[in-house]
């Protein structure tokens, strides 16, 4: 069936430095793929988001290119901030969602 | 602003006793979720619906039932609690094509205790 598989945090990282966070997925067809974020305390909300081979998903700094011949959608931020510590899922999407484990990043000033 | 409510953010509860959580959505979705999520694990579906009525086994769907009278809101049922589902419970909602489009709607979760 299909699955998602994401990098084991936790993740801990200084301010402004280089984030990737690996997804790796398998999956018939040519799903859409997403990243969701979740808060401290709050629940999870859509990141980015791209819906075919080559497209790359955006938003608040965060990009990932949606790659079929490695079937991967590493999520990465040239430079991270304290408020960009969350919980990261990397997504699969077919109805329902197919999620991974997620990602804890720590960022520290 | 777009919302998804869930009735209670902590509960503690006893093994064996009954308990429901509701989650009610304000954005006419059809389509309606239940998660628990709990570390290591990440994200398991346990129910979700498409409509009123509909109910559709998740990944976990065993100790847990649901209910669907109306389109806005989705309730899960513990009908004897066990110490092995406490947990965080995400519900979620999403209009039909949610599931291609990925815009799922969480509400902040419901954190269950059982002594």
């Known amino acids: 069936g299909d699955s998602v598989t994401q990098m084991e945090g936790p993740v801990t990282l200084s301010e402004e430095a280089f984030l990737t966070i690996n997804c790796t997925y398998t999956a018939t067809g040519y799903p859409s793929l997403f990243w969701y974020v979740q808060y401290p305390g709050e629940g999870l909300q859509l990141l980015l988001k791209a819906t075919k081979a080559d497209d790359k998903g955006s938003n608040k700094g965060f990009e990932a290119t949606y790659r079929k011949e490695t079937t991967s959608f590493h999520l990465e931020k040239g430079s991270v901030q304290v408020s960009d510590s969350a919980v990261y899922f990397c997504?699969?999407?077919?109805?329902?969602?197919?999620f991974g484990k997620g990602t804890r990043l720590s960022v520290i000033a | 602003d777009v919302k998804v409510t869930q009735s209670s953010r902590y509960l503690v509860k006893r093994t064996g006793e009954k308990v429901f959580l509701e989650c009610v959505q304000d954005m006419d979705h059809e389509n309606m979720f239940w998660y628990r999520q709990d570390p290591g694990l990440g994200l398991r579906l346990i129910y979700f619906?498409?409509?009123?009525?509909?109910?559709e086994k998740g990944d976990i769907p065993e100790g847990y039932s649901v209910s669907r009278e109306k389109k806005e809101r989705f309730s899960l049922i513990l009908e004897s609690a066990s110490t092995n589902q406490t947990s965080m419970y995400l519900c979620?909602?999403?209009?039909?094509?949610?599931?291609?489009?990925?815009?799922?709607?969480f509400g902040e979760g419901s954190r269950l205790t059982v002594l």
């Open positions: 619906s498409y409509d009123v009525k509909m109910k």
């Open positions: 997504a699969l999407g077919n109805t329902p969602l197919v």
């Open positions: 979620a909602s999403s209009s039909p094509g949610g599931g291609r489009t990925g815009e799922l709607f």
